[in-house]
């Protein structure tokens, strides 16, 4: 449940940095049209909050075959540090002090991809499945935050648990991408610096919040592996023990 609700956090809060990249193309799709139709925008978001759940499924299935080959304490733990750093990094961003990493690569996969002529094209139409399509394609573009959520998935170490944590990171997402196109012209004021810079800030602490975590998870696993082992190091001492008094209780006998 922990990693679910740090997963909605990340897609909520950090849904305000996707409003430059995805928002622009939220804003392309509605304002080739007359009139905002929110039924496609739905369908839009939908597309996209499916493909972060099939993502969750896989990296659940990953998590999965790495705890039966052993070792998925070191991994989880990897995961979870590269998980906070992410945050971290996408926070700084956030508030202004940093540039986004992802930026160049995501505007030329936007390209290769030619989304904004299939925006185009969707838009045109009526139907909710070709404004579908485009969220689905729009999931899979290169952004940190999903890189984040991804990685908070393989360390749930089930489908179950790794969807679950991905489709509320895509839930979180919504809100801020269902006013893409009305967030965009108000985050033009001068309060928009301020604004980020504290959301920032709170993703940035979500992310310090997440490496303590795994951190304190991996003393856990630690400690509950010295104090098994002292446990039966001693029960072995007891049981070494045992015949030796038994055996002078017998020498003593007449």
Not at 204 to 214: A, C, E, K
């Amino acid at each position: 449940m922990e990693t679910i609700l740090i997963a909605f956090s990340v897609g909520f809060l950090g849904s305000m940095h996707c409003i430059g990249m995805c928002g622009g193309l939220v804003s392309a799709l509605s304002m080739t049209r007359s009139k905002l139709w929110w039924g496609g925008l739905s369908a839009y978001q939908a597309g996209r909050v499916t493909t972060y759940l099939i993502l969750g499924l896989i990296s659940g299935l990953v998590g999965s075959s790495l705890k039966q080959l052993g070792g998925f304490d070191q991994v989880q733990f990897l995961l979870t540090l590269f998980a906070g750093l992410i945050m971290i990094t996408f926070g700084l961003n956030l508030a202004g002090w940093m540039p986004d990493p992802f930026a160049r690569f995501g505007t030329r996969v936007i390209g290769s991809m030619r989304l904004v002529d299939r925006i185009r094209s969707a838009a045109s139409r009526s139907t909710p499945v070709s404004w579908f399509g485009i969220g689905v394609a729009n999931g899979l573009l290169p952004c940190g935050l999903v890189y984040a959520a991804l990685a908070l998935s393989v360390t749930a170490g089930g489908m179950v648990e790794a969807g679950s944590s991905m489709l509320a990171f895509g839930l979180g997402t919504v809100p801020a991408m269902m006013a893409a196109p009305v967030l965009v012209n108000l985050l033009a004021a001068r309060k928009r610096s301020l604004v980020m810079k504290l959301l920032g800030v709170i993703v940035i602490v979500l992310g310090l919040f997440t490496m303590i975590r795994g951190t304190s998870l991996m003393h856990m696993l630690h400690g509950g592996s010295a104090g098994d082992g002292t446990a039966a190091h001693q029960m072995h001492d007891g049981g070494e023990k045992m015949p030796m008094d038994h055996g002078s209780m017998n020498h003593s006998m007449p």
